[in-house]
């Protein structure tokens, strides 16, 4: 079993930055694919960045490429999002997700992370 705790969301204006961190606890003997995704109301929950927490490889969503940075600290078992340039958007509620992962082919789709996250709300404003 795994818990994950997002924080970091807050209200930006455009072309501000924030940085979210995802903690995690419980069961971490095992490499995993850690995820960020993104929902708007009314929306599907979109996937945004994605690390192997093992080999350390990173994915991004062509959207925010460039502009969000994702990185770990092993030592606090942070999974952290670094989000520059915002836009309005991305205002969204932000949550990570994870599973267990030995090979470092992190899924793009939601279904297969079975580990979530309350999430955390993202505001860009213009």
């Known amino acids: 079993q795994v818990e994950l705790v997002e924080s970091g969301g807050g209200t930006v204006q455009v072309g501000g930055a924030l940085r979210l961190s995802c903690a995690m606890s419980?069961?971490?003997?095992?490499?995993?694919?850690v995820a960020w995704f993104r929902q708007i109301p009314g929306r599907e929950r979109e996937g945004v960045a994605k690390?192997?927490?093992?080999?350390?490889?990173?994915y991004y969503d062509d959207s925010v490429k460039y502009r969000f940075t994702i990185d770990q600290d092993k030592a606090k078992n942070t999974v952290l999002l670094q989000l520059n340039n915002l836009r309005p958007d991305d205002t969204a509620t932000y949550f990570c997700?994870?599973?267990?992962?030995?090979?470092?082919?992190?899924?793009?789709?939601?279904?297969?992370?079975?580990?979530w996250g309350q999430g955390t709300q993202v505001t860009v404003s213009s």
């Open positions: 997700a994870a599973r267990a992962q030995y090979n470092n082919v992190c899924p793009r789709e939601k279904r297969y992370y079975n580990y």
């Open positions: 690390i192997h927490t093992g080999s350390g490889n990173t």
């Open positions: 419980g069961y971490l003997g095992a490499p995993y694919c």
